[in-house]
């Protein structure tokens, strides 16, 4: 029960990786504050299930993609508990859209998302981790933001580019005030969030260009974030762990 007595807020945690981050923390003690955008029913389940780990659990709805509810969410977590941990792991392409047609628009809501969520819980809740000695922030990138991901999803892996600079950036900022940053980078994980975007048959394409031969599991991507929440991971700071059987290698 290595987090025990510790706080952890993770965004879009109804999705696989992140409902499976949920589990990996509170299975080490550290209670949970689930945010998701709209399942509110697998939101309850899920903090239902890390209450039964015996840790505290509390649910908070908001959508990452409209300016203003990230600040909603930071206050409201900090509310029911001190924060600790911030996994920012809410994130998604939202839609595939050829690179050609991107609009304003629709690159706003990519970002707002992928990058300014993160940035703007960040601002919110690292103060106050300050005050109290130390904290985690672990952001979950993607493959996609060093390799470019495909010409549908250019916004995704430049936003998810621009989250990898700023885990270095604020790494070294906050490193001396005891906050340790860093981040996470999935391949391909067998999840809802794939089987949507991607065709069964692009699937296994996939699959032979994996070293380890096959499609990556979400608890494989929670079991590695909550060991970089906690103490054991002290000396890791602004780094990115890449979880994906050795697409790419760093």
Known sequence: MDLAGRTALVTGATSDIGAAIVRSLARRGAGVVVHCHRN???ARALAAEARGLRVGAHVLQADLAVAGDADRLAREAAAFAPIDILINNAGTPIRRVPWRELEPAFIDQVFNLNFRA???LCQRL???MI???GGVVINILSTASVLGGSETVFAYSSAKGALSTLTRGLGRVL???GVRVLAVSPGTIDTEFQRTLTSPELMERQRPAVPLGRIGRPE?????VAFLATDS??????????VNG???MS
């Open 246 to 248: 050795g697409v790419y």
């Open 220 to 224: 494989e991507i929670g079991e590695v």
């Open 233 to 242: 991971a002290s000396f890791v700071v602004g780094e990115t762990i890449h």
């Open 118 to 120: 993160p940035l703007y």
């Open 175 to 177: 490193a001396p005030q």
């Open 131 to 133: 005050e109290r000695g």
């Open 40 to 42: 509110m029913a697998r």
């Open 126 to 128: 690292t103060p106050a």
